[in-house]
């Protein structure tokens, strides 16, 4: 089946730092998504691409849809200590996500 | 977005009982639905996809007998653990989709744990 390579792992950043998460895969998607997940919670939907080449900010988070279709990146600027959380990119064809392995970013004050 | 209700976000059951999950898409029709279990500290891992009046599809290696899934309705899906074990522990949640299954939008998730 379809893969997500998604890097890094973990962060741990000081507050205040930007910060960047990627995810390639070796197959193309219709759509990529980012997620962040809570301990306990379920996944929450931050960013929707929906074209090779778009670039999509929601408040301090940004990411890109990249050309190929095959990868895409997530940016954090700013950061502040509620942004730690995993955050999981996801790969979505033909009605099926595949998800990344997450990025663990912890935020110290 | 859209609001999915996964119910109960916690349930400890003994072993050899069977448990069932809800997942209701409360603001849309959700022609599919997908199951993911998710262990700690790794990704979501997708078990099964259901849509609407026909039967699941199953990933390969998850026991279709074992994770019943009812897909009854365009707002509700069912999943039972079945003769749950306390290997069956994990945390599984749902998503639903709409008919432009361009996004997929995420229950709260439920912790279950077999003793």
């Known amino acids: 089946g379809q893969q997500l390579n998604q890097s890094p792992q973990s962060m741990f950043i000081q507050e205040g730092e930007d910060v960047s998460m990627n995810c390639t895969s070796s197959s193309i998607f219709n759509t990529w998504l980012w997620y962040k997940q809570e301990p306990g919670e379920g996944p929450v939907l931050l960013i929707a691409?929906?074209?090779?080449?778009e670039l999509t900010s929601n408040g301090r988070l940004t990411a890109q849809f990249g050309i190929t279709r095959k990868d895409s990146f997530l940016n954090i600027s700013a950061s502040i200590p509620s942004d730690v959380g995993i955050y999981f990119c996801a790969g979505h064809i033909r009605g099926k996500s595949t998800f990344g392995d997450g990025t663990t970013l912890t935020v110290k004050p | 977005g859209a609001v999915v209700s996964q119910h109960p976000s916690r349930v400890i059951c003994k072993s050899g009982t069977s448990v069932k999950i809800e997942c209701r898409s409360l603001?849309?029709?959700?022609?599919?639905m997908f199951w993911y279990r998710q262990f700690p500290k790794q990704s979501l891992m997708l078990m099964a996809t259901?849509?609407?009046?026909?039967?699941?599809?199953?990933e390969q290696g998850v026991e279709k007998d074992k994770f019943l899934i009812n897909h009854a309705s365009l707002t509700l899906s069912t999943l039972t653990v079945t003769s749950a074990h306390p290997e069956d522990s994990s945390f599984y949640i749902c998503?639903?989709?709409?008919?432009?299954?361009?996004?997929?939008?995420f229950g709260q998730g439920t912790r279950l744990t077999v003793v």
């Open positions: 998503s639903a989709t709409d008919r432009a299954n361009t996004e997929a939008f």
């Open positions: 603001d849309f029709q959700a022609t599919t």
């Open positions: 691409l929906y074209k090779a080449g």
């Open positions: 259901s849509n609407e009046g026909s039967k699941a599809t199953y």
